[in-house]
């Protein structure tokens, strides 16, 4: 499985995105999906994880804000992203995990300012 990102951009607080993560490859809905972000001079923390099986969780800072999605028949993963703030602003990183494979695309870059 490859992944590769897109929508991100400059948005302006309080505004939303929809990030998405396409997957090439086979068996996309066995892997564990999730979005990651790096924030200038900060380390990469989890957003929001999907199972294989739709179970989701989201790091206290963004719930009730973002929402995590999957589309197994398009092999795509979504984050959709509501009332942003500026420290929203990072790279997001669609993340996929099965067993001892993990796999990493290469990010797009989100900025939220006015």
């Known amino acids: 499985v490859q992944l590769v990102e897109s929508g991100g951009g400059l948005v302006q607080p309080g505004g939303s995105l929809r990030l998405s993560c396409a997957a090439s490859g086979s068996d996309f809905s066995s892997y564990a999906m999730g979005w990651y972000r790096q924030a200038p001079g900060k380390q990469r923390e989890l957003v929001a994880s999907?199972?294989?099986?739709?179970?989701?969780n989201y790091a206290d800072s963004v719930k009730g804000r973002f929402s995590i999605s999957r589309d197994n028949a398009k092999n795509m993963l979504y984050l959709r992203m509501n009332s942003l703030k500026p420290e929203d602003t990072a790279v997001y990183s669609c993340?996929?995990?099965?067993?001892?494979?993990?796999?990493w695309g290469q990010g797009t870059l989100v900025t939220v300012s006015s």
């Open positions: 993340n996929a995990v099965r067993g001892n494979l993990e796999l």
């Open positions: 999907i199972t294989s099986g739709g179970g989701t």
